[in-house]
């Protein structure tokens, strides 16, 4: 027993250590980001909502059944005569409303599609989101890493400038400058830490967990060609601009709905009863309805709708506007970015051999201690801005696919499934009622899968 017990022991000890070496690449960062999201979540919980518009506008079709159970007790009156009790069924439907009804059911199923597509729109968000958390860890580590080879060069430097300090080749000076400077890489080291330690925090929210071995990715995804063709692909099909669509036609739907408001209902309605004493009646009726006034209501619906409409084009119209801004920008924040990571290469190239020279020329006494200080802190900042600008150019690859509207799951080949925005609809497109058709018991089953 005291064997199998250190077995499993070990195994646990190596398949910790096998989890922890495990690298964790921007694609299984993304799918963690996509299922763990609570702002999906919430979106898919409006998207349901929407989804349930079109059942209550399908049910307005449909007749509508009520019962009623009444009793009474007078008194004084005949003993027999002292109770009295009653039970109604009432039955009532619309026939024709001149289209109302219909005209709703459509604008429901445009508001539908329309929140599908700003859920899409949440999904690129998250999803930018995560790339842009992961490349502030990989960044920010790779400042501290940075940080910490530049404090072990001043403390070489450091211990150099002290020995040739004690056989007088540098004064007291040099030691000085060389103390000051370690003193300031340390404090660099300290801020560069925090910043790592900010970025897990917003990898942790981004992601669900906490950063483990990220791997820094090699090759971006693929974007358009030209800036005339991101620019058609966004306006063709950005969720942005789509659900802006569907607004459009769920207002022009509305102002349909408005004048129809103005025409008559014909409706029909019948009712059944029976007394406590067996005595039974029926009656059946039908109607024509029609408002002749209520105090320029329906009209002043009717105009508002008009000029919601009108608001809505314009919205269109302006979203076109900003999104072909927001890819004119990000392309222009990729072109500066690789141009600042080439730029970054050769000046890290140039910094290293004047260091080198700097450095060697040092140790024959032709440069001094502040000589190769300055050298190594030119080295270091280009270091730093070529990291700074690769991770730039990285992210600015994402953020241009996400103002083309292409930052999603499918577009990225995550290879996991996703959440289907037809299953709940589906269910609920004709209203069913619950516990009395079958369409209930399949909506009972798609609300489980969702573990509602």
């Known amino acids: 027993m005291k064997r199998l017990l250190l077995a499993a022991v070990a195994g646990c000890a190596m398949f910790a250590a096998t989890a922890s070496a495990r690298a964790e690449t921007l694609t299984d960062a993304l799918i963690a980001a996509y299922n763990n999201s609570n702002l999906l979540e919430q979106n898919r919980a409006l998207l349901r909502a929407a989804d349930e518009d079109v059942a209550q506008a399908v049910a307005e079709l449909r007749p509508i059944l009520s019962w009623a159970l009444s009793g009474s007790y007078n008194d004084p009156r005949p003993a027999s005569d002292n109770y009295t009790a009653a039970l109604q069924l009432t039955a009532q439907m619309t026939l ?94 300290t801020s560069a830490e925090g910043d790592y330690n900010v970025a897990r925090e917003a990898y942790k929210a981004a992601i669900g967990h906490y950063p483990n071995n990220l791997v820094r990715p090699a090759v971006p995804p693929k974007v358009a060609n030209t800036l005339n063709e991101a620019e058609a692909i966004a306006v063709r099909g950005h969720p942005l601009i789509l659900q ?76 076109v506007v900003t999104i072909r801004q927001n890819v004119a920008n990000a392309w222009s924040a990729l072109s500066v970015a690789i141009a600042g990571t080439a730029a970054g290469q050769r000046q890290v190239t140039a910094s290293r051999v004047a260091y080198e020279g700097v450095r060697e020329e040092a140790s024959l006494g032709a440069r001094t ?84």
């Open 96 to 189: 024709y409303d001149f289209g109302r009804t219909p005209l709703a059911i459509e604008a429901a199923k445009e508001s539908v599609l329309a929140t599908r597509h700003a859920l899409v729109n949440v999904e690129q968000s998250v999803l930018l989101t995560a790339v842009d958390s992961y490349m502030e860890v990989i960044r920010a580590a790779q400042f501290v890493d940075l940080r910490r080879n530049n404090v072990r060069l001043i403390n070489s430097e450091l211990d150099a400038a002290r020995e040739r300090f004690e056989v007088g080749e540098v004064t007291r000076t040099d030691v000085s400058i060389a103390e000051a400077r370690l003193a300031a890489a340390r404090s660099s080291l």
């Open 244 to 319: 802006r669509q569907r607004e459009v036609t769920v207002s022009e739907l509305n102002i349909a709905r408005a004048r129809a408001e103005l025409r008559p209902t014909l409706g029909i309605s019948g009712t059944a009863s029976i007394t406590h004493e067996d005595e039974a009646s029926n009656s059946a009726s039908l109607s024509l309805s029609q408002t002749i006034y209520a105090g320029g209501a329906l009209s002043s619906a009717l105009r508002q709708a008009i000029a919601v409409a009108d608001g809505d084009r314009a919205e269109l119209l302006q979203s």
């Open 369 to 452: 201690t502040l000589d190769v200080l300055d050298a190594e802190q030119e080295l270091l900042d280009a270091r730093a801005t070529l990291i700074e600008a690769e991770i730039q150019q990285f992210v600015a690859v994402y953020s241009l696919l996400s103002t083309m509207g292409l930052l999603t799951v499918d577009h990225l080949n995550l290879g996991i499934m996703t959440y289907d925005p037809e299953g709940y609809y589906n269910a609920v497109k004709n209203g069913p009622t619950r516990y009395v058709s079958p369409q209930g018991e399949k909506l009972d089953r798609v609300i489980k899968s969702l573990g509602k």
